[in-house]
T-cell receptor, first 113, second 110 residues
Framework: SQTIHQWPATLVQPVGSPLSLECTVEGTSNPNLYWYRQAAGRGLQLLFYSVGIGQISSEVPQNLSASRPQDRQFILSSKKLLLSDSGFYLC????????????FGNGTRLTVT | GQNIDQPTEMTATEGAIVQINCTYQTSGFNGLFWYQQHAGEAPTFLSYNVLDGLEEKGRFSSFLSRSKGYSYLLLKELQMKDSASYLCAVGRGGYNKLIFGAGTRLAVHP
């Protein structure tokens, strides 16, 4: 069966510091991978998606970047965090087949102080 | 652009039935998904509709009308553990990209 791991679970970082969140998927090959952010009381916002190694598409302009160095590894980064980067970050995967659902990791709660 | 609307909060009684509505406007429609999210946890997949009609899965059913841009999630025989947020999401374009509504927070009372 497929599993998705995301870490760390919680993170408190000062403004201006760098960020690196990691996500790995097991039990499947060539998955589509996604990064979402959920602000308090709001819906999930799609930040990035990837359909293959080194292929990254950005949905919204922002202070963040994403990379996919390996087939089942997806990394979310920032060089300098802003207060507005606080939120609940969720990594997800899908099989890539049409209309297949997204399966989410347990998320990282980021607080920028 | 895309717009997904669902009620912010609902309350219901244990053992009852509740219907959570979702309306959407989007280009490149590619299916309607429902997720459950308990507080502080990740969303979990509940159901999916791509054709008009009702899909039943145990205590949960989901309905879609593409011409009306409308879906609902029906929860029967409510249990206390069903207290959670329910997220309506629309598949848009290719690559299984999902656009989410803000979610409906359901509180089930004894």
């Amino acid at each position: 069966s497929q599993t998705i791991h995301q870490w760390p679970a919680t993170l408190v970082q000062p403004v201006g510091s760098p960020l690196s969140l990691e996500c790995t998927v097991e039990g499947t090959s060539n998955p589509n991978l996604y990064w979402y952010r959920q602000a308090a009381g709001r819906g999930l916002q799609l930040l990035f998606y990837s359909v293959g190694i080194g292929q990254i598409s950005s949905e919204v302009p922002q202070n963040l970047s994403a990379s996919r160095p390996q087939d089942r590894q997806f990394i979310l980064s920032s060089k300098k965090l802003l207060l507005s980067d606080s939120g609940f970050y969720l990594c997800a995967w899908s099989s890539g087949q049409d209309n297949s659902p997204l399966h989410f990791g347990n998320g990282t709660r980021l607080t920028v102080t | 652009g895309q717009n997904i609307d669902q009620p912010t909060e609902m309350t219901a009684t244990e053992g009852a039935i509740v219907q959570i509505n979702c309306t959407y406007q989007t280009s490149g429609f590619n299916g309607l998904f429902w997720y459950q999210q308990h507080a502080g946890e990740a969303p979990t997949f509940l159901s999916y509709n791509v054709l008009d009609g009702l899909e039943e899965k145990g205590r949960f059913s989901s309905f879609l009308s593409r011409s009306k841009g409308y879906s609902y999630l029906l929860l029967k025989e409510l249990q206390m553990k069903d207290s959670a947020s329910y997220l309506c999401a629309v598949g848009r374009g290719g690559y299984n990209k999902l656009i989410f509504g803000a979610g409906t927070r359901l509180a089930v009372h004894p």
